[in-house]
């Protein structure tokens, strides 16, 4: 088994050559061959620029091939990449770049009208010493900011052998990448990967879906995220499927995207799919290549599942369960699986996993039994980065994970999820930590304190509902609020809802009553 992510891109290339890896509606194709070829043009310029073994390049992009290309260069030389969502903000973006010690940050020039370096350019990231912009405009580069092509002409006269030297010290256990998701302390952790763990979740996505090289697969996500990163090229580097990826979530783009690029399997959240199914105009695209539609984040209502099945003739729905931590999916449902097992629970436990219930003392519970959800997999991250009390608290030393999800499974192994430990919520697909938002809307002038919750929402699932304290005097509104979170938190964190109060339901300890806040709404 071929176990690190720039193996896996030789192999590919290799073996499809000038078959599309990768394609979008705005983007031409490139080949798995054109696509090894400039992820070996940036690893040339790493070399000649002195990169060092183990160091970290951040990424900060929209799907793209040079995030590809970025990502299996840096990894080609012995670095671990850190992915950056592009709806990250500065301050967000800065905390990574700090903690995460980059020296080099690949980020996208303009992109949904905002110029993306100028964004950090005040923040202090002293240990940056470089912003590599991609599609960037000459004419706005600044300070520490070089062009992309200007980048990769620093590493024309490195030799291809050097490449192959660097490449030939980096095995699967070594690290790949660091993906940094949020935790209730309200700072994101960054879960570290080995080589072979990331490779070994492209397997299972694989497994899933039956992906090979006649599919288009379509995965739901942005490359900064899981779902997009090793659910979704990584995989299609190992399975020899042509990945392609719309620049919007609304029904008519990822319509747009189905019918004209022939998607045969698409990951998604279930709004994705109702606002697919609700289309009046749905009819006027072509989706008779799409053979396997896979939910989760969500439940998914038994009608959707229909109707996915009936109308739109798609012949397997399926769905499933995992974490970032986890490396992905530990559960998923089967092609014989029933509508109401497919749209009450997350299936059973993927061949490489196991998944076990326990109570609060860590008792293995019985079928039926509801209790923290516990997880092993090879697919597992190593740790949080500099962070060994949380990695003492989320991993056992026989190599279990808490995933702090509460759930039971019956007597056939397919797993339920009834509640969240934490206080996470799910919002269009995206993970949402009220702890994060509540740190960032403290630091809004006029707001004294703040408590976040999550509410349900028909169509995203659920949705944030900030209840804010006003500093004394301050007079701040809901829209400077709205204002305020537009600047300086990505767009999916941002609450629907605003509400102010003098004060916040308490215990005799002082701790927010979250439950009496649900009441409010």
């Not at 031409?28 to 183990?54: Q, T």
């Not at 980096?170 to 993906?179: E, K, N, P, Q, R």
């Not at 699986?337 to 997350?346: G, H, I, K, Y």
């Not at 059973?348 to 293995?364: C, G, K, L, N, Q």
Request: aromatic residues 8%; charged residues 25%.
């Amino acid at each position: 088994m071929i176990d690190t992510t720039t193996a896996l891109l030789r192999a590919a290339a290799q073996r499809w050559g000038n078959k599309t890896a990768l394609i979008s509606l705005r983007d031409a194709p490139i080949s798995f061959a054109a696509l090894d070829v400039e992820a070996d043009r940036f690893a040339k310029a790493l070399i000649a620029d002195g990169i060092e073994l183990a160091e970290r390049v951040g990424i900060w992009a929209p799907n793209m091939w040079e995030w590809v290309a970025a990502a299996v260069g840096a990894q080609r030389v012995g670095a671990a990449i850190v992915p950056l969502n592009s709806r990250y903000r500065a301050a967000e973006v800065a905390d990574i770049v700090r903690r995460a010690k980059l020296k080099r940050l690949v980020a996208i020039g303009d992109f949904l009208g905002t110029y993306y370096p100028a964004m950090v350019r005040g923040e202090d990231m002293p240990e940056l010493k470089q912003v590599i912009v991609v599609r960037g405009i000459p004419s706005k580069l600044a300070g520490r900011e070089i062009a992309w092509e200007s980048f990769l002409a620093h590493g024309a006269q490195v030799a291809d052998t050097l490449v192959r030297e660097r490449e030939a010290r980096v095995t699967g256990a070594m690290v790949a990448d660091i993906l940094f998701t949020s935790g209730t302390t309200g700072r994101p952790k960054g879960a570290v990967f080995t080589h072979q763990s990331t490779v070994r979740s492209s397997y299972g996505t694989q497994t899933f879906a039956s992906v090979t090289d006649a599919d288009c697969l379509c995965p739901m996500g942005p490359f900064a995220h899981f779902a997009g990163y090793k659910a979704g090229w990584l995989n299609g580097m190992l399975t020899g499927a042509t990945v392609c990826w719309s620049d919007a979530a609304d029904s008519e783009s990822m319509l747009n995207v189905i019918s004209r690029l022939h998607v045969t399997v698409m990951p998604a959240p279930p709004i994705i799919w109702q606002d697919i199914l609700d289309n009046p105009h749905r009819g006027d695209w072509d989706t008779s290549s799409l053979r396997f539609a896979a939910t989760g984040s969500t439940m998914i209502p038994p009608q959707t599942v229909r109707r996915l099945v009936s109308e739109m003739r798609i012949k397997q729905v399926g769905t499933g369960y995992g974490l970032t931590e986890s490396g992905g999916m530990t559960n998923f449902t089967r092609p014989q699986d029933t509508v109401e097992q497919v749209a009450f629970s997350a299936g059973r436990a993927a061949p490489d996993s196991e998944v076990r219930i326990a109570d609060a003392e860590r008792r293995w519970l019985g079928p039926n039994e509801a209790g923290e959800i516990l997880v092993r997999t090879p697919r597992l991250m190593r740790e949080y980065l500099d962070d060994p009390a949380a990695t003492r608290d989320a991993l056992e030393a026989d190599g279990w994970l808490h995933t702090g999800d509460v759930g039971s499974l019956d007597e056939e192994g397919y797993l339920k999820i009834t509640d969240r430990l934490k206080d996470m919520y799910i919002t269009n697909g995206f993970n949402v930590y009220p702890a994060e938002l509540e740190r960032l809307l403290g630091t809004m002038p006029g707001v004294a304190a703040c408590a976040v919750i999550g509410v349900p929402e028909p169509r995203k699932g659920e949705v944030g509902s900030a209840f804010l304290i006003r500093s004394p005097g301050s007079t701040v509104s809901e829209s400077e609020v709205f204002a305020w979170c537009k600047q300086n938190i990505a767009s999916y964190k941002i609450p629907k809802q605003v509400t102010f109060v003098d004060d916040f339901p308490r215990n005799s300890l002082g701790k927010i009553l979250k439950r009496e806040l649900k009441r409010l709404v």
